[in-house]
């Protein structure tokens, strides 16, 4: 029947676009006219709304997978920054570190050269260190009690240490002290630039 056909094309438009009720109506109407009955009026229109159901999950399901899609995209570009940002401050911060630990060494070294200008083999030989004096700046330098080392070395007795032989070891324990104080200082600097990275990671270390 033209009718029918016409109809029914009517209502699949309307189903598929979703206008529920109007396609209601529209069954509704057919029924009132004796176009078809009560009974095919019901089961094709619950087969109709199962149908736009699943056809409304469908399209749930795949708007979750774009967002989920979205969000990984976003969170991978975010550790892609951080990643960057970090290996950024790193490289700053070894930039100033290293120049700085070069010219504590290269301070160093220049002080132990001078060393023979300024402590002469005379001077070496008018000075005696005993062994009070070289035990005191042992327990300076690594913290532990002056304590005797043996009972047949009296504090006044000689040492065997040479004058110029002491300042070298004063000017290497200066630069170990300043290298480590460097070291710690870049550290720090290097902690508060992995924070700030991760934090902003739009942002330049």
């Not at 892609?80 to 290996?87: C, M, R, T």
């Not at 290497?172 to 600097?189: K, M, P, V």
Request: charged share 15%.
């Amino acid at each position: 029947m033209p009718v029918l056909a016409a109809a029914w094309t009517a209502l699949c438009a309307a189903l598929k676009s979703f206008r529920i009720t109007a396609a209601a109506l529209l069954y509704a109407g057919l029924v009132l006219g004796g176009v078809v009955g009560t009974e095919v009026f019901e089961r094709t229109f619950r087969f109709n709304l199962l149908f736009i159901h699943i056809e409304g999950l469908g399209a749930q399901l795949a708007d979750l997978k774009a967002k989920d899609a979205q969000a990984l995209k976003a969170a991978q570009a975010h550790v892609a920054a951080v990643a960057s940002a970090q290996v950024q401050a790193t490289a700053n911060v070894m930039a100033a570190y290293t120049p700085t630990i070069a010219a504590i060494a290269a301070k160093a070294q220049t002080l132990t050269q001078e060393i023979p200008a300024h402590v002469t083999p005379k001077d070496d030989a008018d000075c005696t260190l005993n062994v009070g004096a070289v035990r005191l700046l042992d327990a300076a330098a690594s913290g532990l009690p002056a304590l005797p080392d043996a009972p047949s070395r009296p504090d006044d007795a000689p040492s065997g240490l040479a004058l110029s032989g002491l300042v070298a070891t004063d000017v290497a324990n200066d630069e170990a002290a300043a290298a480590n104080a460097e070291q710690l200082s870049a550290l720090q600097a290097w902690v508060r630039a992995q924070a700030a990275a991760a934090a902003t990671p739009g942002a330049k270390p």
